[in-house]
């Protein structure tokens, strides 16, 4: 829609998909938190939930557009009268408002779990959307399973779509079972087929079935899509959407490859997924890309050794960009003699190169039992090595274990 200039809508849709997913429910208030805390990312709207489904989530939609004045605030409807009337209701206290209305048209969909033909879709899309514009200038369509439905038909739906003043057409993969190659050219097919297609900005909402929900909201950028449904670590039906944190810092990252912008504060992620993992008692996954607690952790010693001498060696991006706490070694059984010496160090008990072997052998031998070995351990051993004592039982020195080189 209008001139392409690369900036990517980011849509947020952490407190309805995400939040509808088993596990992840949160009240009034919680929804509010979490709200407020993505407004201070930056994200452009946020799909507060699905007024027609309780009457908690229309009072969340209602309390989260009381609540915040910058961003454009969505809240979900069936293409039924009632629902988008229930739903603009919800959404009656918003500066700026977006109602969003969606319909199922893959054939699996219309005769499995709608009983309805393709002509009655179309009908209920188009009366859907009229009503809607009633209440907004600002209406986006989503055509449900939109990857597993008739091109053809798809492409008729959205164009009566456009006509009817949807200015957001959202093309889900609803089940995750896209590829990123099939994705981009889904993308620039329909939006090359639709004769309207310019009067509308194209929108990817993609499942992590397969774990190629970020992968393909990228590629569909690469297709001509404008905007990115996502949400807070991934969280949503199923095995989820694509991970916000993750899309925002691909782009943030490989601006040679992806040459499109959102408009997220990154170093906001970090803290925003811890709310989100106390706030639904989920706790985020150690290896979790950008948020989890291993992002930017290091325990093997060559890696240790790598980071000390230049981050860049093995972290492609900086910590404080996405608010984790910078680069942390972890001392363990892998680690090396570089990083205990460094964590010594900065704990202001500096090691001698001698007393270095005996803390590292140390190190490695209470690795061996535990985890992680804490600063309160090293502390410990430093202290019973000065005292005399034996820090640890330890095999004698071999002579070549001089030096970080050595440090695995
Ligand atoms: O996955 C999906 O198709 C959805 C739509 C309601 C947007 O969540
Ligand atoms: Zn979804």
């Not at 997913?21 to 805390?37: E, N």
């Not at 005769?111 to 009366?127: F, G, P, S, Y």
């Not at 905007?227 to 691909?250: D, F, K, P, S």
């Not at 970090?270 to 985020?284: D, I, K, M, R, W």
């Amino acid at each position: 829609m209008g001139h392409d200039t690369g900036r990517v809508t980011i849509f947020d849709t952490t407190l309805r998909d995400g939040e509808q997913a088993p596990g992840f429910t949160l009240d009034v208030a919680a929804k509010v938190a979490m709200a407020r805390a993505i407004d201070a990312l930056g994200v452009d709207v946020i799909e507060a939930g699905f007024p027609i489904a309780s009457p908690a989530d229309a009072e969340a939609v209602a309390a989260v557009s009381r609540e915040l004045r910058r961003p454009v605030i969505a809240a979900l409807a069936r293409c039924r009268a009632q629902d988008v009337e229930e739903a603009s209701r919800a959404l009656a206290p918003a500066a700026r408002s977006r109602l969003h209305i969606f319909l199922a048209t893959s054939d699996l969909h219309l005769a499995q779990k709608l009983k309805m033909t393709r002509e009655a879709c179309l009908d209920a899309i188009v009366r859907s959307a009229r009503l809607a514009r009633t209440f907004t200038d600002d209406v986006e369509f989503s055509a449900e399973d939109a990857t597993r439905s008739d091109r053809d038909f798809l492409c008729r739906v959205i164009e009566a779509a456009i006509g009817e003043g949807c200015t957001t057409i959202n093309l889900p993969d609803t089940v995750g079972y896209a590829t990123p190659d099939e994705t981009r050219e889904f993308f620039a097919d329909v939006i090359g087929r639709v004769p309207n297609a310019d009067r509308a900005t194209f929108s990817a909402h993609c499942h992590d079935d397969l774990g190629l929900a970020v992968a393909n909201s990228l590629a569909a950028l690469q297709g001509g899509a404008r905007q990115i449904e996502c949400t807070i670590n991934g969280i949503g039906e199923r095995a989820g959407n694509a991970a916000l944190e993750e899309i925002v810092m691909a782009l943030k990252v490989r601006q040679n490859r992806l040459p499109y912008a959102s408009c997220v504060h990154t170093p906001g992620l970090y803290q925003t997924s811890q709310l989100l993992a106390n706030l639904t008692g989920e706790p985020v996954q150690a290896n979790k890309a950008i948020v989890g607690r291993n992002a930017f952790a290091h325990e093997a010693g060559i890696h240790q050794d790598g980071v000390l001498k230049n981050p860049s060696t093995y972290e492609i991006m900086n910590p404080r960009d996405v608010g984790q706490p910078e680069n942390q070694l972890v001392l363990g059984r892998h680690s090396g003699r570089h990083a205990v010496h460094k964590r010594c160090e900065a704990l202001g008990a500096a090691v001698s190169p001698a007393e270095l072997e005996e803390v590292y052998r140390a190190v490695i031998t209470l690795g061996e039992r535990r985890k992680s070995v804490t600063d309160a351990d090293l502390r410990r051993i430093v202290e019973r090595l000065r005292a005399g004592d034996a820090p640890a039982a330890h095999a004698p020195v071999p002579p070549e274990a001089v030096g970080y080189g050595h440090g695995v």
